[in-house]
């Protein structure tokens, strides 16, 4: 059975056991961003408009159920969540390939699946961020963060390559089905971890709560501009996340397998940013760095929608590597800063509630971005994307932030 220890009393292993966990995870995840989509595209024939509404299924949650999911997981075990979720997703992603060879998926089907991942996601999530400072001392939450950002990069670039290879070969619900049993896999590695140890917290009425995380976020000089910087960025995540594949496949004309490739891309600008943001933050300021990468992801998103055929495909693929290399600069160093800043016993409902705000707004930017496309183009909807990321660097210059050269411990 196991135990409840100490931060400080815990072995290395334990780390690297959670870290396997979500890297395996993560892994079929990558699968999925490809294939869920190409299901909808290619072998259902979505629509754009249902294409954005899939992106909004797959994301909704934050916007349902983050804040009551922040003051649940105060008093949830939570190495049982987060096992517990795993199963949750491997059931869902299940479905498409046992309906698809019998004829009976349908474009509500997916969405039924996209929408109860979303809703796992939202309590994998409070859990995991809510755990790590339980296994990581503080003096290395920085670069354990950094690994777990850099990790994800690496699973979003060589999983998109291999799920265009898997979707086009062996079909887009083989992919899903290997998801599946990731999940299963990372779930049963959880409920090998130790339980963490927390503060009693007193119970009170759900909405008293979430008032608490929510007005400490909201009157915090600093966490409140980062909250709107974060929201302004996932907006824009939203738009791509709809406009992605109907520009490729549908625009440019790529293949399953070219579409992976360049969707790899991200992963490759991810990783990029979470190996040498520790550096650069060292170097220049955490705080300088945070404000340069603020106003560099403008440009790059200016990239995407330049050029046809191949031109387009590399501009698109350059642009959308320099927007995640900026993007996982600002995610690793605001997601550190709360964890270290952040009361423990607020700490969970803190991250819910700049979860609620930041990627409840990525379904919006989904149904936005398909509703545009739908009346105009995926190029045309493309150059919104700059006036959306454009409000975080105003956002961070306008708050206590633009003096700070160091924000991190």
């Known amino acids: 059975m196991a135990t409840l220890v100490r931060t400080n009393q815990l072995p290395a292993s334990v780390f690297w056991r959670y870290w396997t966990a979500k890297t395996t995870s993560q892994a079929g995840s990558a699968l999925t961003s490809v294939a869920l989509p190409l299901t909808a595209l290619v072998l259902l024939d979505a629509s754009a408009l249902e294409v954005g509404i899939l992106v909004a299924a797959g994301d909704l949650g934050w916007l349902l159920l983050t804040l009551p999911a922040g003051a649940l997981a105060t008093h949830l075990p939570l190495r049982g969540l987060q096992a517990s979720v795993d199963f949750v997703r491997a059931g869902a992603l299940l479905t498409p390939a046992i309906l698809w060879p019998l004829g009976w998926l349908t474009m509500p089907t997916l969405f039924a699946v996209a929408l109860t991942v979303s809703f796992a996601n939202v309590f994998a999530f409070v859990a995991n961020t809510t755990y790590i400072p339980h296994v990581v001392p503080r003096e290395q939450l920085n670069s354990r963060n950094s690994l777990m950002s850099g990790t994800h990069a690496l699973t979003q670039l060589g999983g998109p390559p291999v799920a265009g290879v898997v979707v ?70 939203g738009m791509l996340l709809t406009l992605t594949p109907l520009y490729l496949i549908r625009d440019l004309g790529a293949s399953p397998t070219a579409y992976g490739v360049v969707l790899a891309s991200e992963g490759l600008g991810a990783l990029v940013g979470a190996t040498f943001g ?111 990321v454009a409000v975080s660097p105003v956002v961070l210059f306008a708050s206590p932030l633009r003096d700070r050269r160091e924000i991190l411990d």
């Open 168 to 237: 086009q070969w062996l079909g887009a619900p083989i992919a899903l089905l290997i998801d599946a049993v990731s999940y299963v896999v990372s779930g049963a590695l959880m409920w090998t971890l130790p339980r963490a140890e927390r503060p009693q917290v007193a119970r009170s009425p759900m909405l008293t709560q979430i008032r608490e995380g929510w007005r400490y976020v909201v009157a915090h000089p600093v966490m409140r501009p980062m909250m709107i910087d974060a929201a302004a960025t996932n907006f824009a995540c």
């Open 278 to 388: 520790p550096r650069l933050g060292r170097r220049f300021g955490t705080g300088r760095m945070l404000l340069a990468a603020a106003v560099l992801s403008v440009p790059s998103v200016l990239l995407m929608p330049l050029g046809h055929d191949l031109l387009g495909m590399a501009a698109f693929a350059l642009g959308n590597a320099l927007f995640a290399f900026f993007t996982v600069i600002l995610s690793v160093v605001t997601r550190t800063y709360r964890q270290q800043e952040s009361p423990p016993h607020l700490l969970a409902r803190v991250m819910a509630t700049v979860r609620f705000v930041s990627w409840g707004v990525i379904p919006l930017g989904g149904l936005l971005a398909g509703w545009v496309a739908q009346g105009t183009s995926a190029r045309d909807a493309l150059w919104l994307l700059a006036v959306v």
